[in-house]
């Protein structure tokens, strides 16, 4: 019996150490999350888990060149806490924003990335991509605690060579959650006083033509206070308006001039003196609306955009509602074509009971499956999908407005076909664009045609898209989206449009909807998209454009298309699994012991 309980329990082991593998996170022996570090104070490379001070930068793009497709955030010690905490979090990576993080006089910026494996050198680490995927289960505010670090002295403990060599080891690791045991926690020097933190007075509104002022208490024995300023509407720590500005003074102002209506500003505060230590990091975000946002006829209206990743990426929709008064809900959803549209729509838009619903599909309908040479969703099944999006939304109450999109920038150094077997620069676009026109046409909808505009006004594709990508929005882009959408609705927008189509002996859109969907099941395999292309560059190499467009993914988001199974859903399964081998175990063993005596 005692061999029988053993073998239970080393299953009943075994089965908990595959939930924490299956569970995505690299989890210490106190339950924490423990991101791996792999340098300290080094220029970005890949496969980096890196770690950034205060005597290497004022700010993280100053380090390396921008830190595009990075993950990154920002700890600072607090004296209550006796702990590192969160400060910001930046999980987005791209060709486009680079991160700007401010690097506290207390504290630290880590900064990740995935290599790449190119044959003759595979820069693909397990530590590195570890901490890649985790950052995503951190969030502000949390508990960090260091070991194998030292901030104060730059080091790290590490062996083995070169950060991505088979034989390389870490034992610098940063803790989130409670403190460890068993391990020396690094604590920065406290000897000297902190000055009290800066109380900032300012608006969390205010108009484009306003400008942003912002003032502050004096901090007793201050002699001056470093002024940071970062967009944030596209990325926390975005682009830099104000650099480690020092002002003597207890006030700062950003001008009109230097901010967008729509924009959202992150103003960062900290006192300084001789022979203290800093103050903590005080941080204040300031959103801009436009100067009809107060007068808006929209401002007291609940409007959804539902879209695919154009929609869903930080950019145009957090524009639009700046520019319209009102806070513009995100329904995107990253790799959607008009079928995932259809499963969702009840949840992600009719739920919320909206007044306006601005659609936007059709970029990874067309796209063609290499392999069969056909379109991921035909144009029969996406005229009849789009026919059912429009009439659930208005069978809900709310006003359906209609957008087409850009076209797909294949120039060099942009989209290139291949990845997942597909090809989005077909030139078939118009053609789906097309659909859209007729059936505004015939429902009597709202239509803003902004793939017309941007061919009328002679905007390069090339303009509207992002480098290293062609399919989704350069940041130029991403504000012309905002700005024609609004000028539409201010101008041209008019209410209750809406007609019924006449009344034809071609199978009900709901009905087309079934068929269509059934003759493109077979090709559902080749429709999936991952939540993030694994390849990732160089900053080094983000200015090579050819490389840069075949490492970056498709029509993909920072979400994945599917849910994955949580953390309690996989330990229940694991649980049942083991009671099963527990049963099946004692039959077999039990029942030969009995037989035996």
Known sequence: MKKLFSIIAAVFLAALTLVYSFSGETVSADGQIALGINAINKAGAEGHSLIITPSYGKVLSSASNGFCWWRSATFEWNDQEEAYIVRSV??????????????????????VNIGNDYGSINYINKLSSDCYNNLGNINVGDKAYLTGIDISGGTIITSGGLHYAEGFTSDAEIYIGSKPSGVEIYTPDTSKPRLDEVNLNAQSKVTESEGITVTWDAVENAEFYIVNVNTSTIITDGTIIANNLKVTDTTYTIPADKTTAGGKYTVSVTACAEGYRSSYNTRFLVSVVSDKAGDSIFKDKKIVAFGDSITYLPGWVAMLSGELGTDVINAGMGGDKTTEALARIDKDVVALDPDIVIVMFGMNDQAIYIP??????SPEQYEANYRTIIEKIHDSGAEVVLLTGNNVCTDSGYYTAGQYDLDYGTGKMSEYYDIIRSLAEEYNLNLIDMNKIISDEGIADSVICASGDGIHLSNTGKAKYAEWISDYMYDEYFENGYSEPEVSEEPSSEEASEEASEETSDESEATDESEESKDWI??????????????????????SEAEPATFREKAIIVIITVAVLGILTYLCFGKSKKDKE
Do not use: C, Q, W
């Open 90 to 111: 930046n999980l987005t990576a791209d060709g486009t924003n680079g991160k700007n993080n401010y690097i506290p006089e207390n504290g630290f910026v880590l900064t």
């Open 372 to 377: 069969t040479g056909r379109p991921l969703v």
């Open 538 to 559: 160089t900053d080094d190499e983000s200015d090579n454009d050819e490389t840069a467009a075949e490492d970056t993914s498709s029509e993909i988001s920072e979400e």
